[in-house]
């Protein structure tokens, strides 16, 4: 199973930004996805979970900017950042678990100047 984040890049303060992760290798149907970030000197934090059928689950310093989704049929997940600030600079990483496993895309840099 293989996770391919993109979509990052540098943008200004206010501006917006898609990112995606793409999903290959896998027969499973449904899994639960989920977005992370990590800034420099920073741990990893959860962003958001695609739990699947719907659902999803925000972590509550996330709620209001960000905006998870999947495209089921394309096996993919998206991370919709909007009025972005400085402070959300950080490595954005994927991650699927699939069968009790969990995987992790290769992470892509957003870089928000002020």
């Known amino acids: 199973v293989q996770l391919q984040a993109s979509g990052g890049g540098l943008v200004q303060a206010g501006e917006s930004l898609r990112l995606s992760c793409a999903v290959s290798?896998?027969?499973?149907?449904?899994?639960?996805m989920g977005w992370y970030r990590q800034a420099p000197g920073k741990l990893r934090e959860l962003i958001a979970t695609?739990?699947?059928?719907?659902?999803?689950h925000y972590a509550d310093s996330m709620k209001g900017r960000f905006a998870i989704s999947r495209d089921s049929g394309k096996h993919t997940l998206y991370l919709q950042m909007s009025s972005l600030k400085p402070e959300d600079t950080a490595v954005y990483y994927c991650?699927?678990?699939?069968?009790?496993?969990?995987?992790w895309g290769q992470g892509t840099l957003v870089t928000v100047s002020s």
């Open positions: 991650k699927a678990n699939i069968w009790f496993r969990d995987y």
């Open positions: 290798g896998s027969t499973a149907s449904s899994y639960v």
């Open positions: 695609d739990l699947g059928g719907g659902f999803t």
